[in-house]
């Protein structure tokens, strides 16, 4: 990263403030403002990843599969912690595609033939990295292959809820569903009509 340049920007230095969980970098740069003036700035970035998201849906039955788990940034910003999400998951080496339907098995025990990717997004890129891959896929019972609940390895304790979209749409509207990613692949189906 170090000496990266384009039209608008000149990386001058890149330092690790951390390296445990994820990276944490300074970025010392240098800014072409619109008037042709250059600004030296400093900001950090927070290096964790890019990972993928999906919503499973049940045409037939109006559900949808979200998870419940401990999340510690938003115990720590005083919310107990227990969050409603779609399943997702770091890409580490993978493909999103291939993330996702791991992931998917892993966390909700289901095991989907078919994933649409729908978009991709920045979710907080004023300090963190990570670019993430939105996927909608249908599932069925017969899909179920496991019990689900994430990996112990890792920490995970991850309970699987099957509801309806109706229901979903109401824990947003409640506060109960606070997760941006989960809310925007929600909004997602209800436009899109994927359990109507």
């Given amino acids: 990263m170090t000496g990266s340049t384009s039209e608008r920007v000149r990386i001058r230095s890149v330092d690790i403030l951390s390296d445990h969980w994820y990276v944490l970098r300074k970025f010392t740069f240098d800014y072409r403002r619109r008037s042709g003036e250059w600004q030296t700035l400093v900001r950090e970035a927070y290096d964790r990843g890019n990972g993928a998201t999906i919503l499973l849906y049940n045409r037939a039955r109006k559900t949808v599969i979200l998870t419940r788990q401990f999340r510690l940034p938003a115990f720590a910003n005083g919310h107990d912690g227990m969050l409603v999400e ?41 300090s963190v990295m990570e670019r993430l891959y939105f996927f ?25 809820l099957e509801m309806t979209l109706d229901q979903a749409m109401a824990k947003v509207d409640s506060g109960e569903i606070m997760d941006g990613k989960t809310i925007m692949l929600l909004q997602y189906a209800r436009l899109n009509r994927l359990v109507e």
């Fill in 136 to 160: 909608v896929g249908e599932y069925e019972d017969r899909d179920r292959v496991s019990a689900g609940g994430g990996l112990e390895d890792d920490g995970e304790e991850i309970e699987v």
């Fill in 86 to 126: 779609a399943c997702a998951g770091l890409l580490d080496k993978d493909d999103p595609e291939t993330c996702i339907r791991k992931e998917t098995e892993e966390e909700t025990g289901y095991r989907i033939a078919n994933v649409r990717k729908v978009f991709e997004a920045f979710m907080s890129p004023g």
